[in-house]
């Protein structure tokens, strides 16, 4: 069995690989190796789906670490905007809702059915699974969310003692951020990542490491509205021009990016005794 910790990350798709663990991530120097199946109790498990909203994440989340034991959780948010109910006309089966709540919740493979009667996804075109797109929420209420799924989590990590660390990979909104800075301070700032350990709660809120990966990158930050005017996200720049931490125009972190990105967490968490 191996003996390091069991690590717990969710996020959309910009954590969404086992590269985060794997044999050159500094992070394998203190969790096991990633696992697909959540019952591997001696394994760490990524929990991270693409197109991932923030509320889903959140729930996620929560019920994921109330039914099982892990180590240390790691949550990266993702761009705020991003809705979760993808048709507001379903006629919701209650027999279904029943059954998949007494089951073991969520299904650890993206499929149509996943999180029934919810869906995750960032707008795209219509198909005929998603019967409705263009489903964002408006700012303030994106950032605003985040920060109510932030503060929740932080308090039920704490009372179960569960070392845990956030992040954003999106971009959450600096003004909604400085408005609610009172709320802000019921987070502890070492719990929260940013490139400055010094750094308030209300600096760490507004620092996204999509953005900062994007300007070494010398790219701007495409948010997911500006997806949705695109319309469909492979029409985004996929051209060969030369990128060292992120490999498309929406931020997706490369090879190298993610060695980097475990390197800041593994000192973070090293540096603040958090495990």
Known sequence: MDS???????????LDSDSIVDEYSDLSKIFSTYHHDITKSERSYKASIGGSSNESIFRR?????????????????????????????????????????????????????????????????LNDVVKSTNILKLEPKGTDDTIFYTISLHNFFKQ??????????GKLDSN?????ESWLNEIDPKNYLSLNDTDSIL????????????????R????????NKLNFLGKLDK????KIYTKDDSGHLSDI???????????????????
Request: net charge negative.
């Open 239 to 242: 051209s060969e021009t030369k």
């Open 4 to 14: 390091k910790k069991r690590l717990y990350w969710n996020s959309c798709s910009f």
């Open 220 to 227: 701007s930050l495409i948010k997911d509205v500006e997806i």
């Open 61 to 125: 989340t929560m019920i994921e670490c109330f039914k099982n034991k892990f180590d240390f959780v790691l949550v990266a948010w993702s761009h705020p905007e991003r809705y979760f109910i993808t048709d507001w006309t379903c006629e919701l089966d209650y027999d279904k809702l029943k059954a998949d709540a007494d089951s073991l919740y969520f299904p650890t493979k993206w499929d149509a059915t996943h999180m029934y009667g919810y869906q995750s996804q960032i707008p795209h075109e």
């Open 176 to 180: 909604v951020l400085w408005a609610r």
């Open 160 to 169: 179960k003692g569960i070392p845990h660390l956030f992040l954003n990979m």
């Open 257 to 275: 990016g993610y060695m980097e990105i475990s390197k800041i967490i593994y000192n973070h968490i090293i540096n603040n005794n958090l495990i």
């Open 203 to 218: 600096q760490k809120m507004q620092f996204s490491f999509v953005e900062y990966y994007l300007g070494l990158d010398n």
